[in-house]
C-alpha cells in the first residue's frame, strides 16, 4: 500500500522541474548576429590561460539581436501576426549572448519557433567567429534546422526591427519571399538545414543575401553571397544566381528573355532538369553539363511574326544560345574569381567517378579552375499562352 | 501460475522485432557513417545474417534441450553450481544492458524535453514503471509487445513517407569505396543494434506451435534488418555522411526537421520523443523480466517479485555510474562487446557442442 502510494507520488511530481508557464516565454522568431567593436583583437583572446577565470572580461566580440513576437498582440478578434519586440546585447558567444539576454529579459528564451537568421558581412569576414556560430547552431538540440539563413549588407539589427510595408515583421516577410522561389527564379531558399550539411563538406556554402534600401525603406534581395572556408569571398547578382540555380536544376520557377526587333520574348520557366558528364584527357577534367528548361511563352508582342512551330523553334535556338553563353559566363566567374564550386561538379566526381575523386581530392580548387566546362541548354516550349 | 500460456507465432515476432529494436535507433547511422560513409547499408546486412546464425544455434539449443527453462539447460550440462554461475553471468549481463540503456535513455530525455530535473529521479521512475509492467507476468509482456510492434512502426512508416520531401538519394553513392578495414572496424555496432534476441531462449519454450519457429525468427531478423537499412538510407538521404558524422542522434534530427508547408503538425519534437520512449521500453521490459526470470530460477525462489526488488538497486548503481554520455559510450566499448558476444554466442554455442558430445544432455526437464 505504501509503497503504492509512493509510486503514484513519484510519478505525478516528474513535471515539476522544468514547469514554466506559457506566458513566461518568449518564443524567439529571429536572431541577428552583426560584428561587435572588439571582434578585430583576437590576439587578446589568445592571450589568456586556460585555467583562469576569464568570466569578467568586458569583450564585445558579437552583437546580437533577438526578435520576437508581441503574443498580447495576437489572438482570434486580433491580428494573426504582430510587430516584434527586440533585444540587442553585446556577447562573446552566442550562449554569452543569451545569459546576458535572460538578466535584461523577463521571460524564457526558447528557441523552437525561430525562423529566421540574418548574419551581418560584419561578422562572415572573421571565419574563427563564424566557426564559433556555426558550432552553436549545429549542437543546440531545440533550434529548428528549418529556418532561414540570409546575409544581410550592413547592421543585421536594422534587418531584425525593420517593419516592411506587407507584413508585421521581418521574418514572415523572408519567409514568404523564399517560398517565392516558385516563381522568381532569383531567390535561392537556404535553410539551416542545407547550411549545415554544406560546411561540413568542405567549409562552403552559398546563402541569399539582402541589401537595406534606406531611402525608399524597402529590404531587397540582391542575388547569394559565397562562402569560402567560412569566410565570405564574394557575391553573385540576382541574373547570376538564376543561372547557378538552373544549373544545380534545382530552378522551380522564373523567366528569361529574348529580343527579336527590340521585342522581348518572355519565357517563363516551369521546370528544368539537369544532367552532368564528365571526361578526361591527360589528367584533365572535361564536365559537359545538359539542362533540359521547360517553359511557355508569356510575353510577345502584337504585330509579330505569327508563331508557328518552325518560328518557335528558331525562339527556342536563341534561348538556347543566350542562356549557354550566360551560364559558361557565370561558371567562368566561380571558377576564375571565387573558386568555389556550387553547382555540385565535387559532388558529382564524389559520388560517380570515386576513384578519381580520391586522385583530385587534395588539389580540387586548382583542378576546379582549370578545368573545362561545356553547358548545353535545350528549350522546350511547351505553351504559348492563349492567343495566337 | 499462469504457465499454460501458450504465444502465438506473432507474439515471438513481435517480442523479439520490439525487443532488439530499442535506442540504438536513434544513434547508430552516426557510427556507421563515420566508418564506412556510405555503405553502412551493407554492414547491417551482414549483422543481420550473422545474427540469424546465432538465433539457429539458440533454437537448436533449445529444442535439443527438450524446450526447456535456459537456466535449467545450463544447470543440466553444467552442472548445479557451475550453470548457475553461467546463469548469474548471463543476469549480469543483462543488468548491465539495461543500466546502459536507460542511462542513455533519461540523458537524451534530459537533453531535449526536461532540462532541470534530476538523473537520478527520472531513472527511478523509469525503474518503477518498467517494475509495474513486469508484475504482471509473462503474459502480459507478450500482450504489451505485439500492442507495442504496431504502435512503433506503423508512425515510422508514416514519417518515412513524410521524409520524402527533404531527401535526395543520390547521395547514397558512392558505393563500396572504402578500404575493407573500414568495414571490419564498423562490425562492432552491429552487436549493439541486433542484441536483444536473447528473448527467445525465454519465449520459445512457451510457443503454442513450435514447428514455425525457424519462419517466425527468420520473418523477424529480416524484418529488423530492412528497418533498420531503410533508417540509414534515410538519414543519409536528408543529411549526407558528412553531417551524419557529426550528428549524435542523425535519426531524430532527421525526424526534427520534417518540414511540411500547411500541416498540422510544425513541430515533430513531440513526436519523436514518444517514439523514443517507446522504442525505449519494449527492450528495457523485455530484458528485465528475463533478468528476474534467471535469478528466480538460479536461487529457487517461488515468485519473480522478489528476484526483481533485488536486481533494482543494481541496475540503479551501474545506470549511474559513468560520469557523461562520453564515458557511457566508452561503457559500450571493447569490454561490453566482447561480454556480449560471449553470452549471447559462445555460451550457448558451448552448450550445444557440450550436448551433442556427451549425448547425455537432452535430459532438460520442461517447466511444469
Redesign the interface.
Known sequence: MIVSMF?VI??IF?????KVEIDKRSFISTIGIDAGENIGDIDKLKKLKEDKSNNEIDFKKISVTYGAPDISKLGPQKSAASQDLYLTTDAITMEDAVDKASAKISRDINY??IKLLILSDGVMGYPDTFKEIVDYF?RQ??I???MYVVLAEGNAEEYVKFKPSMEQNIETYISGLM?NSDRNSTILPV?L?EL??HL??NGNAIIPSLKYDKDKNEVILTGVALIKDYKLKGYLSQNETSDIEMLRGKLKGGKKSVYVDGHPIDISIENVRKKITMSTLNDKLFFNIDVFIEGQIKGYYIGGKPLTNEYISTIEGNFNKSIEDECEEVIKITQNTFSIDPIGFR?YL???H??I??KKKATWEETYKNCIINVNVHTKIRRIGISK | MNNKYAVSTFGVFASIIVATVGIGTFSYPNELSQFVGTDGWFVIIIGGAVSYGIILILIKLLQKNNWSNFTLILKNNYGNFVGSIFALSFAIYCIFSMAIGIRTFVEVMR????????TE??I??TL??GV?IIRGGLDTIIRFNEIAFWLMFIPIIVVLFLLLNNSDF??L??IM?NKPIEYIKSLPVNIYIFKGFEILLLILPFMKVKSRVKKATFCSITFIMVFYVLIFIFTLA???K??NS?LLWPTI?MI??I?I?GSFIE?W?GIVMTMWILFYFTTFINSFYFSSDIIKNVFNLKETKLSYIVILPFIYLAALYPENLLELNDFRGVFFQSFTMIMIALLPLITLIKGFMSKAGGGGISNN
Open positions: 509510486m513519484c510519478t516528474t513535471g515539476c522541474w522544468d523552437g519557433h549545429q538540440s531545440s529548428n534546422r528549418m517560398q535553410t538545414n549545415l550539411i561540413s563538406e559532388e564524389e559520388k560517380y570515386p576513384s575523386w580520391k | 537533453m531535449y524535453l526536461l532540462e532541470k530535473t534530476p529521479f527520472l527511478v521512475i518503477l514503471i509495474y543520390t547521395n553513392f558512392p569505396s536528408v543529411f549526407t558528412y553531417q557529426v534530427t526534427k526537421s518540414n508547408p513541430r519534437d
